[in-house]
């Protein structure tokens, strides 16, 4: 995410590229949307769902086409380099404007467009053939400040990240450990309330154990933020199968409970005092922006690019929708778990062991696969936010400094709650917002506006977004600050009651 262009790596299809989508953005957020649709009501959930859905395909177009610009851009910048060495090398030559660019620099080209760019085929100046993150692209189209706060709500959303996969794991690991040895086994997913206090083995408490948990989690994946981690190919497939192994058991499991009529859930229409955490999930569960260019750019034929994105959410409402149903409908709304897949541990409900063990420790499997990549990315994004040109960090700051800043904070927060549905409900609703709504907002506009001024105002992006009207870049920006105010409002009201 931090740093400049990178390779692309290897060519697939489309519709391998749609997969791959897919499993990006159906990951831990879609395990706390059952408790989250209970809590708001099915109505008002539904109707939310279907409108954020359509407010994250219309930034993902928004991203699309920033990294077009981005790619015109750089091809432009490399094509007038050329020239200009051309030149210093054969200054006395007279070369002709129909073959090569203007020898003007870039500073010439903010305030003149370069009216041979069409000349060299313009067909071909917006395809997108190199990787460009998001923090490469806010540094080409935004000024100092504007960059700044790029990294600063970038960082937030990893640090709120990791801290729910910090409290994830060892919630899942306490839930099904401390059921299995206590007196209650089997009794996870029974509805009945456990405190912290309550024990857990002998003389150990609940709590005590999921900090034992953590203290574990943390030293066993901790130390991989200090080293450089790639997710391979074969992780990938791994986790990916293991995701949809798990959610197709579940709705499978519900559906025929539901079917026997063994249904005990009766939800309600709507509960605005449920929006608040229902917001957060819902932002979060369709978080795909900052991995755009990573998944996008090397898909071998993207004219029809928008088109395929379209049907990926399609399918995600689908999915959310039916995996949210069955569970707000098998089960009553307060034994709904945090971590939808405890709610599967019960022996009653599964009497095959290996389902309950697979189910309840799904979360352990895959986030801790996840949890060093999201350290590593978030330590290389506050190295390039403090870099500076021609710099180096000394030894100790760049080993030590860095990723002790990494991983300390979502640890402690981790330690002091393990409220899933909080920890995802702040972090969409605040950071998850700013990224998936304000910063692809001023993308689309900082990109065109730079558009027009190097290539002029007849060059056509050919990935401009469908909502290419400056109306629907408004209409985001209103949107993402009314949330802010909205959930902002929401805490003060909530914990004035308190």
Known sequence: MAGGITDTGELYSPYVGLVYMFNLIVGTGALTMPKAFATAGWLVSLVLLMFLGFMSYMTTTFVVEAMAAANAQLRWKRMEKRKEDDEDEDSSSGVSDSDVLLPDGYERAE???????QR?????IFEITERVEMGQMASMFFNKVGVNLFYFCIIIYLYGDLAIYAAAVPVSLMQVTCSV???????VGDGTKYNDTDKCWGPIRRIDAYRLYLAAFTLLLGPFTFFNVQKTK???IMTSLMRWIAFILMIILALIRISR????????MAQLSGIRNLFGVCVYSFMCQHSLPSLLTPIS??????KLVLLDYILILAFYSLLSFTAIYCFRNDTLMDMYTLNFTNCEIISVAFIRYFLGLFPVFTISTNFPIIAVTLRNNWKTLFHREGGTYPWVVDRIVFPAITLIPPVLVAFCTHDLESLVGITGAYAGNGIQYLIPAFLAYCSRKDTQLVFGSGTVNKHLSPFRHSFWIVFVLIWGFSCFVFVTANIVLSESKL
């Open 111 to 117: 305030t003149r467009p370069i009216l041979s760019v």
């Open 120 to 124: 060299r085929g313009s067909a071909n």
């Open 181 to 187: 040895t206590g007196n209650h086994s089997c009794s």
């Open 234 to 236: 074969y992780l990938q």
């Open 261 to 268: 009529g063994q249904a005990e859930g009766h939800p309600s």
């Open 301 to 306: 034929k993207k004219k029809h690019v928008n």
